[in-house]
């Protein structure tokens, strides 16, 4: 029976891992389906952002109580899973709490999992409070109802469920431990803080019907781990993981600064070249000519905006911060990504359906799930750049749709097409010619 139980857990653990690991090669599939880009320059100033912004929560904490609960439920989830290793070896070999031969250390690291679990469910309670008491505005807006509003609530739950498990199953096993002569293999090891408060409660019951419930707490515990493992995949706290590559990977250039297309830029310089001869045959590098100018798909955004929009945490903050969003235009920086990434699973999901092919579906990002008016309703302020607590850039984005807009489709908005046209006549945005091109000071 013992050995059926080892059997049993390490079929369900392979299970987990496997299932996990599955879907992580299906997201790096997806992401890859972006174009090129090289972010391999500046190491040491991307690992510094790595260890400041995903590990150490610099941009989490601008905004103080949010930014210290996070911190807290953070460190939680850091450090409490570190007893994972523990349980797995337990389950795969039978043994019980196998680093307790650590003495004092080990006394320590389960006091400090005990003390840190309690401050997640303070903080998870806080945050399920702020959501759904509260409901502070940036969490009840039109981009969060539905499946996005119903995920946040339960991942909290799952907190809520996992860290108490792990309170009752400590709080068992110290109740056995404490039986006189001992019971089983239940030898006193580990400092509780917390369970200990909790322990009394199996006071009177027989010892067999204790350890019956110690197992069961520990089965739903790592039952539980493994199940929310998995449910990662399906919700925005993927963020958990991505959030370390997607800093390092992030934009270093000045906020503000956009990429040229090498083509158009080629182009630009033949024209003002007075050496140029008007009359040669262009050498066309058929490399630099892109397929396309802009971004219309997921295709052809590159593949760092799509482990972006993975990797968006869906806290709202681009959008409270977004002077467009707050004087009532339709912009949202969050829905820009999460339209981005539903799009992305919408590909994945097509090119999973016929064999590793995308197949055309007659859909596209732009107009199917981000519209021209929520584009263009953006001032490029990058508000949303500098809000974002794992450097997401909705502007980039915004920007290569509109780019689209523009070059592809001749689609910008009469004033822009205006200014365009006076740029090209006249070399100026005004409507004056050459000649009179100072005309605009006195306009007023």
């Known amino acids: 029976m013992h050995y059926l139980s080892n059997i049993l857990f390490a079929i369900i653990l392979t ?42 929560q610099s941009k989490m904490v601008k905004r103080p109580i949010a930014g210290i609960l996070h911190i807290v439920v953070y460190l939680g989830f850091v450090i409490i899973n570190i007893e994972v290793l523990e ?131 520990w089965w739903l515990h790592i039952t539980g781990i493994l199940i929310f493992l998995n449910y990662l995949y ?86 409270s911060s977004c002077p467009a969003n707050q004087t009532g235009k339709k912009l949202s920086p969050r829905k820009i990504m999460m339209d981005t990434r539903d799009r992305l699973e919408e590909v994945g999901i097509n090119i999973d359906k016929n064999n590793g092919i995308f197949v055309p579906d007659n859909k596209s990002l732009l107009n199917d799930y981000i519209t021209a008016e929520e584009l263009w309703a953006c001032t490029s302020c990058n508000a949303c750049v500098e809000e974002c607590p794992v450097n997401i850039s909705p502007l980039s984005i915004i920007m290569d749709m509109r780019r689209y807009l523009v070059m592809e489709q001749s689609a910008a908005p009469m004033s822009l097409n205006a200014m365009m046209t006076n740029i090209e006549n006249n070399g100026a945005p005004w409507q004056y010619n050459q000649q009179d091109r100072l005309n605009w000071k006195n306009e007023n």
């Open 234 to 319: 399906f919700s925005k706290h993927l963020h958990i993981l991505l959030a370390f590559p997607n800093t390092y990977f992030a934009d270093l250039n000045p906020k503000g600064q956009f990429d040229n297309l090498a083509s158009v830029t080629n182009e630009v310089k033949l024209m003002i070249d007075p050496n140029a001869d008007p009359y040669a045959v262009p050498v066309v590098d058929e490399n630099a000519i892109p397929s396309k100018f802009g971004a219309s798909d997921v295709q052809d955004l590159n593949w760092v905006q799509l482990l972006n929009a993975y990797t968006c945490t869906e806290c709202g903050r681009c959008t």
């Open 15 to 56: 299970i987990g891992v496997t299932y996990f690991v599955r879907n992580i090669k299906k997201i790096l599939r997806n992401i890859n389906l972006g174009q090129a880009v090289d972010r391999s320059d500046q190491s040491s100033e991307r690992w510094k952002n790595m260890a400041m912004i995903a590990l150490g």
């Open 87 to 217: 349980i797995i070896i337990d389950g795969l070999f039978g043994t019980h709490r196998v680093f307790s031969f650590l003495g004092i250390v080990y006394d320590v690291l389960i006091g400090s999992f005990e003390i840190l679990a309690l401050l997640v469910l303070v903080a998870v309670i806080v945050f399920l409070i702020r959501r759904n008491v509260i409901k502070l505005k940036r969490f009840i807006s039109n981009d969060l109802q539905g499946w996005p509003k119903s995920d946040a609530n339960y991942i909290l739950y799952f907190e809520i469920v996992l860290m108490s498990l792990f309170l009752l199953m400590n709080a068992a096993d110290l109740h056995l431990q404490n039986i006189p002569g001992g019971f089983g293999h239940y030898d006193p090891a580990g400092f509780f803080p917390i369970s200990q408060y909790i322990a009394p409660f199996f006071d009177g019951m027989n010892p067999t019907s204790v350890a019956f419930f110690e197992r069961i707490f």
